[in-house]
């Protein structure tokens, strides 16, 4: 039987929500990162992937300027990166630099790449689509990165931005 009750009780049962790392440049060349629980795969042939960005978000300005982002997927070790990133805004601060994690270069775009984390997408925006307080900026994946060591995603599993490993 479904009960009617308030939007905010009924969605709150989405957890355990995956997290993703979105990285753009921004226009005085410095790489932002986000982090980012509102996430998919939208196409398999070309592989495309999405993200949803606040207005009020840096990030929505680095990723309509840099029309190309990194998609990372943080692993269960990144839970202090993925806090720092999903909770300081890198119109205040450079967050790579402050997290001291470690970076290697993307192949196909002007992009940084999380070295460890557990993969890492590069993708060339193809299209933005606005939705309410947010804007979904779909990507199409052009060069695809897989750690080789075995490791779990990154998850938020509760309000509060409370996170744990999920394989
Ligand atoms: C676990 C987690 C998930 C988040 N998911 C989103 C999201 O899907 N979309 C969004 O706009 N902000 C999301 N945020 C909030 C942003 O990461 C946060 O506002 C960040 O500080 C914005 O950084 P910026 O100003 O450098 O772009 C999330 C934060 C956390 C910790």
């Not at 753009?24 to 196409?43: E, F, Q």
């Not at 943080?74 to 909770?87: D, K, V, Y």
């Not at 805004?89 to 002007?110: E, F, N, Q, T």
């Amino acid at each position: 039987m479904q009960q009617q009750v308030d939007y905010s009780q009924a969605v709150a049962s989405k957890y355990p929500e995956q997290i993703v790392i979105g990285i753009a440049r921004d226009p005085h060349g410095k790489h932002n990162p986000i982090t980012l629980g509102w996430t998919m795969i939208v196409s398999h042939e070309p592989p495309m992937m999405a993200v949803s960005i606040g207005k009020t978000r840096y990030s929505l300005e680095t990723f309509r300027h840099a029309r190309e982002f990194v998609i990372a997927f943080p692993s269960e070790h990144q839970q202090g990166e993925a806090m720092l990133f999903g909770t300081k805004s890198g119109r205040d601060m450079d967050k790579l630099a402050a997290a001291g994690c470690s970076l290697v270069p993307a192949c196909k775009i002007d992009a940084v790449l999380l070295a460890d984390a557990v993969a890492n997408f590069e993708c060339k925006l193809v299209a933005e689509l606005e939705t309410g307080d947010h804007v979904v900026f779909a990507g199409e994946v052009v060069c695809s990165h897989l750690n080789d060591k075995p490791l779990n995603r990154l998850y938020t599993v509760g309000k509060g931005y409370k996170m744990e490993g999920v394989r």
